[in-house]
């Protein structure tokens, strides 16, 4: 599949605290070069105080993308206990907008501790609204009243979901997941990572869709080798290390062709792959990104 250029954009990082605000047209240095740290992304958030609607464009390499900003915050009489969403959802009409309410649920499925299913039947920004709408209610009725004895150590959910990128045929958006979560004073935990979208398939892309048959496996090839230059480690060395990392004592060692993949996502003409933090690589290091 041919994957087009884009314009730069980022994932950004949420303050423990706060939600962050909407700085759409907003562009960062090219992350092939300069990914923003934490301290960068800071610098540019701004504080959401209430649920609010609005309209918002994202313009990448002269091209616009209208959206929906749908920001809601569920706040409780504690001030360091709430549940927020923010998710930019495409105007009018599209399957876009079915996958991002997915990734609402399976967030939140996270949050409550168990499976959570979602019935979407359209496409629009309103029901994405709705979605969010309802495990905001289900957060304060359900989920909080069971946490009462731990919040005052403090309990928070931060929820952002931003478009990337968009193909010049308007067919594939990439959006940026950020999730971080905390619960009774413990180390925060955070998952972001970037997935594509296509308007024609009406699904997420997987890297089956994003990679030609004979080109997968010099795909995996460069990814596996990047991930143990990071690591400081042979290939074939960094590959025994994974396995034991994530299935300590397995008689069977990940190879090339079937270590995991988690996300993956079209990024200018390059494929962006992306892991939770704590998955391939100790929490201390954040959540990875490799682009190939």
């Known amino acids: 599949m041919h994957l087009n250029k884009i314009f730069s954009a980022a994932i950004l990082t949420l303050s423990a605290f706060l939600m962050v605000g909407?700085?759409?047209?907003?562009?960062?240095?090219?992350?092939?070069?300069?990914?923003?740290?934490?301290?960068?992304?800071?610098?540019?958030?701004?504080i959401v105080t209430k649920p609010y609607n609005s309209d918002t464009v994202?313009?990448?390499?002269?091209?616009?993308?209208?959206?929906?900003?749908?920001?809601?915050?569920?706040?409780?009489?504690?001030?360091?206990?709430?549940f927020s969403i923010r998710v930019f959802a495409l105007k009018g009409e599209s399957p876009v907008n079915n996958g991002l309410a997915r990734i609402i649920s399976e967030d939140f499925s996270t949050?409550?501790?168990g499976d959570v299913s979602y019935d979407m039947h359209e496409t629009t920004a309103r029901a994405v609204t709705d979605q969010i709408d309802y495990y905001g209610k289900v957060f304060n009725d359900t989920i909080l009243p069971e946490l009462r004895e731990s919040?005052?150590?403090g309990f928070y959910v931060n929820v952002d979901l931003r478009p990337a990128w968009v193909s010049d045929d308007n067919d594939i958006y990439t959006y940026s997941s950020y999730q971080e979560s905390c619960t009774g004073g413990a180390p925060a935990e955070i998952s972001c990572y970037y997935v594509s979208f296509s308007n024609s398939l009406g699904r997420q892309l997987t890297f089956d869709d994003l990679v030609p048959e004979n080109d997968r496996r010099q795909v995996r090839e460069e990814?596996?080798?990047?991930?143990?230059?990071d690591a400081g480690k042979p290939t074939d060395e960094y590959l025994g290390w994974?396995?034991?990392?994530?299935?300590?004592?397995?008689?069977?060692?990940?190879?090339?062709?079937?270590?995991?993949?988690?996300?993956?996502?079209?990024?200018?003409?390059?494929?962006?792959?992306?892991?939770?933090?704590?998955?391939?690589?100790?929490?201390?290091?954040?959540?990875?990104?490799?682009?190939?």
């Open 58 to 82: 994202f313009n990448f390499d002269g091209k616009d993308v209208e959206t929906m900003e749908i920001a809601r915050i569920f706040p409780t009489e504690h001030s360091d206990v709430y």
């Open 223 to 229: 990814l596996v080798n990047q991930m143990a230059r």
């Open 242 to 292: 994974l396995t034991d990392y994530i299935n300590p004592g397995a008689e069977k060692v990940f190879t090339v062709d079937d270590f995991p993949i988690a996300y993956v996502a079209s990024y200018n003409s390059r494929l962006v792959f992306s892991y939770p933090q704590g998955s391939i690589a100790p929490v201390s290091q954040g959540c990875p990104l490799y682009f190939i």
């Open 151 to 153: 919040v005052v150590n």
């Open 22 to 46: 909407c700085h759409g047209n907003k562009s960062i240095n090219d992350p092939f070069v300069d990914f923003p740290d934490d301290e960068e992304l800071a610098g540019v958030v701004s």
């Open 111 to 113: 949050v409550a501790g």
